[in-house]
């Protein structure tokens, strides 16, 4: 149990378009979401934590209207990165927490930004 | 105070060895530790984790020893195979909010 899904696993974009990565609970209801950042060989970097249908806690210094998240439901989360650009070129990986203590990790996105 | 300071950066052992990865914290909210294993590419795994009430935990070849006088936790790896070659976090969260992740430990099992 406890699995946690990310579509798209990859991306490759342009410059200037936005792109959408849904995070999905695929066994538990989610009760808390969060989404990382994480650059090569560096650990991960918290950027938002959000809660079923409310608005995303954003951590100090991501810009809230650059990553656009969503938690409409119990098992969904979605990120988007807006007008995306070179240096948004990451992995990006979601949580899902239920009712414990114990956040269950997807296998993250690989977005690309020409 | 919200840092949890992991070591060491990297480690080698040769197969059948025992890596001990290292963590210490400051903040005595903190009511979870777990232990994450990522390979190259892939999201964190939860590997173990143990609250602070409890000095040791097994699962399988893993274990944590907790000193929670002292602020720090270990991770050890028993009869480490090439397999166990990933990366390795430690965090800690109070109740399952943000969690604030060690720098990571690199390891390599050689065959």
């Known amino acids: 149990g406890a699995v946690v899904s990310q579509h798209p696993s990859w991306v490759i ?12 609970s695929l066994d538990f209801q989610a009760t808390t979401m969060f989404w990382y950042r994480q650059f090569p060989k560096q650990s991960l970097m918290l950027m938002a934590t959000s809660n079923e249908g409310s608005k995303a806690t954003y951590e100090q210094g991501v810009e809230k209207d650059k990553f656009l998240i969503n938690h409409a439901s119990l098992t969904l989360s979605t990120l988007t990165v807006t007008s995306a650009h070179p240096e948004d070129s990451s992995f990006y990986i979601c949580s899902a927490r239920g009712t414990g203590s114990v ?5 993250g996105t690989r977005l690309t930004v020409l | 105070q919200q840092q949890v300071k992991q070591s060491p950066q990297s480690l080698i052992v040769q197969k059948g ?15 979870y530790f777990p232990w994450y294993q990522q390979f190259p590419g892939k999201g964190p795994a939860l590997l173990i984790a143990i609250r602070p009430d409890v000095s040791e935990k097994k699962e399988g070849r893993f274990t944590i020893s907790f000193n929670k006088s002292a602020k720090q936790f270990s991770l050890h790896i028993m ?33």
């Open chain 1, 13 to 24: 974009c342009k410059s200037g378009t936005s792109v959408k990565i849904e995070c999905r």
């Open chain 1, 103 to 107: 956040q269950f990790f997807g296998p």
């Open chain 2, 17 to 31: 060895g025992i890596p001990i990865i290292n963590c210490a914290y400051e903040n005595t909210a903190f009511d």
């Open chain 2, 79 to 111: 009869d480490s195979q090439p397999g166990d070659s990933a990366t390795y976090f430690c965090a800690a969260t109070i109740y399952g909010n943000k969690l604030v992740f060690g720098a990571g430990t690199i390891l390599r099992v050689k065959s």
